[in-house]
């Protein structure tokens, strides 16, 4: 821009210096010149083709600029161009350099993480080179523990191989010895048999004659006893019937003998019984609360606690529906007035499924009443065959004596309170089943009967005419199912895991819920069932790892008793009509 307007910078940017001179015009540039004809062009320069006019017009203006008012503004205006320039070129040299610091700080950065990744891929490989030696010497260390191994069982096999040669060596040595011991003790036995024959053979006159001696000195022996006994018996005799008060003595004291032997014997019989009743049990009794001398002396603490307790409710622990509960706690206040009043006590017929109360509630009954109470199965009679009618009395006489009262609580009576008529019962059985109505014909102020059965149908009629009340007991509902988990989930689970005691976590989990979806889940299941599946779940935590029992875990163990159960009705089902949907009159 600064030849445009004439302006010639100088060392100091300063000053004007002349246009520059322009070229020199050459001859015919304008319109080419004449020539002639057959004449050659003459030849084009660089100029040839160059207008003046402009850097005349230039030269002008510059002229123009340098005598006008504006020169200076002008001149500055081209210094402000340069500078704007110069700092443009400037700004562009140091993005160039930040371009280049940056590619040298991107190259640090890249060499930096190359290295680290080198480093990182070393540390690996070391780790690895680590490992793999580690393995190595294991391996190695393995195989060692292999080869002393396969070495100490050849060693223990060798020494196996030589002890039982060893063996068969000293057995072979025994036997050879006792064989040649044998062969010698046979040799001797037959030179003595051959020695003592031929002894016997040159003797033989004289053992006849010796043998004929000693039989006729026996002989005149024998007659000469005889002789000397039959004449002392007969003398003894003769003077003992001649006094007559030796033979009265005589008879007298034989008399008072056989009368001392019969009656020691019929008084040891009487002792006996009347120790078995009042010290012992009979023998078809399992269970009673009744306390005896043996029972005192071996557990004096336990008796005393007995002694000391007080009467329970009735219903203490007892899962029943609200009619039922009613009508049982009214059975038993009516049985604790009975006894209070020394009365007459009722027999009751308990039936209903298995596992649905009726055995605890009888003991609950007996505690409640203050009275006793003695458990026994209708199964153990029929085994005892001609010694069943004998058990029998022996068990009413025992519960004759008892002073509070006794509840004589028979499980399963069905097994063998059967009816007479049928074939299937035999005759001692049929004999213990009268001794049985013969002790029950009427009520007792000692003892009170309950009997409890899964077939009640099976009964004789004379049964079911000595029973003055019957209770069902049923399957409980859906409320007394979820009763009955709380009770033993608190027995069996939260207890023991509150206590500390035992090796019993529980988890963190609704356990109210949970309680009321496992009742909602057995359906159809008794009070039995339901206390196994709490077992189960106590069990199933002492087998896991940590002790803990979780959700999961109770889950899977309801799901299992779900399907025992439905397994159980399939069976009982199958056992034929009368033991399916409805297997108990209601």
């Known amino acids: 821009m600064s030849w445009l307007f004439g302006i010639n910078k100088g060392p100091k940017g300063e000053g004007a210096g002349p246009p520059p001179p322009l070229p020199p015009a050459q001859p015919g540039a304008e319109g080419g010149g004449d020539r002639g004809l057959g004449e050659r062009p003459a030849p084009k320069d660089k100029w040839s083709n ?6 005349e017009r ?9 005598h006008s008012r504006y020169a200076k503004d002008a001149l500055n205006l081209a210094q402000m161009q340069e500078q704007t320039l110069q700092l443009e070129q400037q700004s562009k040299l140091k993005e160039y350099e930040a371009a280049v610091e940056q590619l040298k700080s991107e190259q640090i950065r890249a060499q930096a993480e190359e290295r680290r990744k080198t480093l990182s ?12 030696q580690d393995k190595l010497a294991r391996q190695r260390y393995e195989d060692q523990l292999k080869q002393q191994q396969l070495l100490n069982e050849e060693n223990l096999r060798k020494q196996e191989e030589s002890v039982q040669k060893q063996e068969a060596m000293r057995r072979a040595t025994v036997e050879r010895e006792m064989e040649l011991r044998h062969k010698n003790e046979m040799l001797r036995v037959e030179a003595e048999a051959r ?43 003769r003077a003992f019937v001649t006094d007559w008060d030796k033979v009265t003595a005589t008879v007298a004291g034989l008399t008072l003998l056989a009368v001392g032997v019969y009656s020691a014997k019929n008084a040891t019989l009487v002792a006996g019984r009347f120790i078995e009743a009042r010290l012992g049990k009979p023998s078809l009794v399992r269970e009673t609360s009744r306390i005896t001398v043996l029972e005192a002396l071996r557990h004096p603490i336990q008796v005393s606690r007995r002694l000391l307790s007080r009467p329970q409710d009735a219903l203490e622990g007892v899962v029943l529906s609200p009619s039922l509960e009613a009508r049982v706690r009214d059975i038993a206040i009516a049985t604790r007035n009975t006894k209070k009043n020394r009365s007459l006590y009722r027999n009751i017929l308990m039936y209903g499924p298995p596992g649905t109360g009726k055995t605890l509630f009888a003991k609950k009954l007996a505690l ?24 029998m009395h022996k068990l009413f006489d025992w519960a004759n004596t008892s002073r509070r009262g006794l509840l004589l609580f028979v499980d399963e009576a069905d097994a063998f309170l059967r009816k007479r008529a049928t074939e299937k019962i035999s005759e001692d059985l049929r004999a213990t089943l009268n001794a049985f109505l013969y002790r029950t014909g009427q009520h007792s102020n000692k003892f009170m009967l309950v009997l409890a059965s899964n077939q009640p149908e099976q009964f004789d009629w004379a049964i079911n005419d000595r029973i003055n009340e019957m209770v069902n007991f049923d399957l409980p509902g859906q409320e007394e199912r979820e009763r009955l988990v709380r009770m033993y989930f608190d027995e069996y689970v939260l207890k023991p895991a509150t206590e500390g005691k035992q090796r019993l976590k529980l988890a963190q989990f609704d356990y109210g819920r949970k309680c009321s979806e496992v009742a909602r889940l057995t359906e159809g299941m008794s009070g039995r069932e339901i206390a196994q599946l709490a077992v189960s779940w106590q069990a199933t935590a002492y087998a896991s790892e940590d002790g803990v029992l979780t959700e999961a875990m109770m889950d899977t163990r309801v799901q299992d008793a779900v399907q025992q159960h439905q397994q159980k009705m399939c069976w009982l089902k199958a056992e034929g009509p009368g033991r399916g949907d409805e297997p108990f009159p209601s």
């Open 121 to 132: 891929e070393e540390t690996r490989q070391h780790q690895a080179r680590a490992q793999y």
């Open 195 to 237: 020695a003592r024959a031929k002894a016997e053979r040159e003797n033989a006159d004289i053992i006849r004659e010796q043998i004929r001696l000693k039989a006729a000195e026996h002989r005149q022996t024998v007659l000469e006893s005889i002789r000397t006994a039959g004449t002392l018996f007969g003398e003894g005799f």
């Open 368 to 391: 409640h009443s203050g009275m006793d109470y003695a458990i026994m199965t209708g199964g153990d009679v029929a085994p005892m065959g001609r010694e069943g009618v004998t058990a």
């Open 50 to 55: 160059f207008d003046p006019t402009g850097l």
């Open 58 to 66: 230039a030269a002008k203006a510059a002229r123009e600029l340098e």
